[in-house]
C-alpha cells in the first residue's frame, strides 16, 4: 500500500466507516446493494473493493454464476428489470462525467424504486466511489485466502 491512510486521518475514515455500516438500515435488499458495490468497483479497478464486495455477495447468499455474469448483466438472463435498472443508475453515477446522471437511467430506476430507495442506492453507489478512489488510490490489497 501506498500510504496507510487510516494511520493518518483515523477520526475522518472511522466516521466514514460508520456511515458504510449505516447502510444496513436501508431498505434496499442488501444483496442489491453488494452487486451494485461490486460493479461499482469493478468499473473503478479496485482490486480490494472487487474482492470484499464479492465476497459481501457471496456471504449474502449471492450464486456465482450470477457473479460470473456481473460484468456483462446488460445481456445476462441472470439479472431482473429491477436489478438491471439499479447497475444501469450505479454506471451512469460512476461515470457521472461522461454520462451526466442519464435521464434515462433515472427514469428506469424511479419505475423499480421508490424515491428513499432511490436516495439510498444513490448514496450507496457514492460511498462505493469514495471507497473506491480511497482504497484503489492507495493501492490496498486484498489478503491472499
Not at 429491477?82 to 444501469?88: D, F, H, M, V, Y
Not at 436516495?119 to 489478503?143: D, T
Request: glycine fraction near 4%.
Amino acid at each position: 500500500m501506498r500510504i496507510d491512510y487510516f494511520q493518518h486521518k483515523p477520526e475522518w475514515i472511522t466516521r466514514m466507516r460508520e456511515l458504510t455500516r449505516e447502510q444496513e438500515s436501508f431498505s434496499i435488499d442488501p444483496r442489491l446493494r453488494a452487486l451494485v458495490e461490486l460493479r461499482v468497483s469493478q468499473i473503478n479497478g479496485c482490486g480490494y473493493c472487487v474482492d470484499l464486495h464479492a465476497r459481501e455477495a457471496r456471504d449474502r447468499g449471492e450464486s456465482q454464476q450470477r457473479l460470473d455474469a456481473l460484468p456483462v448483466w446488460h445481456d445476462s438472463p441472470f439479472f431482473s428489470d429491477r436489478e438491471k435498472s439499479a447497475l444501469a443508475w450505479a454506471e451512469s453515477l460512476t461515470r457521472i462525467s461522461d454520462t451526466h446522471a442519464g435521464d434515462a437511467e433515472f427514469e428506469a430506476v424511479r419505475r423499480h424504486f421508490t424515491e428513499q430507495e432511490t436516495v439510498e442506492l444513490s448514496l450507496s453507489v457514492s460511498l462505493a466511489n469514495f471507497w473506491n478512489r480511497v482504497a484503489g488510490g492507495f493501492r490496498r490489497q486484498p489478503q491472499v485466502r
